[in-house]
């Protein structure tokens, strides 16, 4: 469905959908005074930005899916006053109020709202409408996970920033487990060579430096286009027939396989197709850092060793 948020015909503006600290004057609950110094806190953003909190936020706003889910994921669901769209997950964040979408946001809506925290993804929100929140003095915690630790960062930053700290230090060791565990079983397996396809029309695939090209890694894999400077940059097809990978990947926009996948069975002489490993991999848990990654990290690496075992047995 989403590129970590965004649509695909979006999917142009790169691959996730992703503060204003105005340390509102409202009680802190007991969960918060537990989790919290007296003298308050400071966190660092992904774009390396400190935000100090005075107490944990109240009133968040999320222009973000991933953040959403994050949020939720360690305890601060109710504290989020307004998403954007397509955040959808868990159940309970499709009842939030929206303040817009990738190509816009609904500023009136955001400041009616009073929130205490922004958090924004600047490659996936508007840089116009991030620009006039700034102007209006709030302060936007950036949030750009490309990494399983960046990932464990935000949960644990969140959960602090929502006054959930012990859970969201919980959720991020039991995220950090599941990973060593993963690239402990996976870690000594043949390398194989792998095309992700974001999309067909245009041809986009990843670059090395995001989370889905790690999962690649973490699966014993090689992203053929990981040296390339662009995110997410556009590629021909007869570039990908020249390097003639042993795995092509795609998500497409839902829980259907898209036809545009098997387009490539037309080339029977790419290894990928020798050995029918063609994969489909639901969006959602490939384009979106949360703890949800990990389930879509697990079925990259089994269709993989499903590759692996097609190579030893080539009669099969």
């Known amino acids: 469905m989403i590129l970590n948020a965004l649509r695909i015909p979006a999917a142009l503006i790169v691959l996730s959908f992703c503060s204003s ?5 409202a009680e802190k609950n007991p969960e918060s005074q537990s989790d919290t110094d007296s003298n308050g806190f400071s966190l660092t953003d992904d774009a390396g930005t400190v935000h100090h909190f005075s107490q944990p936020a109240q009133r968040i706003v999320s222009l973000i899916p991933h953040s959403t889910e994050l949020l939720f994921a360690v305890g601060g669901g109710d504290a989020i006053v307004g998403a954007v769209q397509y955040s959808d997950y868990p159940e309970a964040a499709k009842s939030i109020p929206r303040v817009g979408g990738y190509s816009a946001l609904n500023i ?7 929130p205490d925290l922004i958090i924004a993804w600047p490659e996936g929100n508007p840089t116009r409408d991030l620009s006039r929140l700034k102007q209006l ?18 949960l644990e930053n ?5 006054g959930h700290k012990a859970k969201g230090e919980k959720v991020a060791a039991d995220f950090r487990r599941q990973v060593a565990q993963l690239r402990a079983e996976y870690s000594d397996k043949k390398p194989l060579t792998v095309f992700y396809q974001v999309w067909h029309q245009p041809l986009l695939t990843q670059n090395g430096d995001t989370f889905i090209s790690r999962a690649i890694e973490l699966c014993g894999g090689r992203n053929v286009y990981a040296d390339l400077e662009i995110k997410a940059p556009q590629v021909s097809i007869e570039s990908v027939l020249e390097m003639n990978p042993d795995v092509i990947v795609a998500s497409g926009m839902g829980e259907s396989r898209p036809d545009w996948l098997d387009a490539w069975g037309q080339y029977q002489h790419l290894t990928a197709v020798k050995t029918n490993s063609l994969y ?3 969006p959602d848990l490939l384009h979106r850092p949360t703890p949800r990654f990990l389930l879509g ?8 060793e499903k590759t692996r075992q097609k190579q030893q ?3 099969d």
Request: proline residues 4%.
């Open 313 to 315: 047995s080539p009669e």
């Open 137 to 154: 003095g709030y302060e936007i915690f950036v949030s750009d996970p490309n990494t399983y630790e960046t990932i464990a960062r935000n």
């Open 158 to 162: 969140f959960a602090t920033a929502s």
């Open 280 to 282: 489909h991999i639901h």
């Open 21 to 25: 600290v105005l340390f509102a004057a």
């Open 297 to 304: 990290t697990r079925q990259l690496c089994e269709a993989m």
């Open 108 to 114: 009136e809506a955001i400041v009616a709202l009073k």
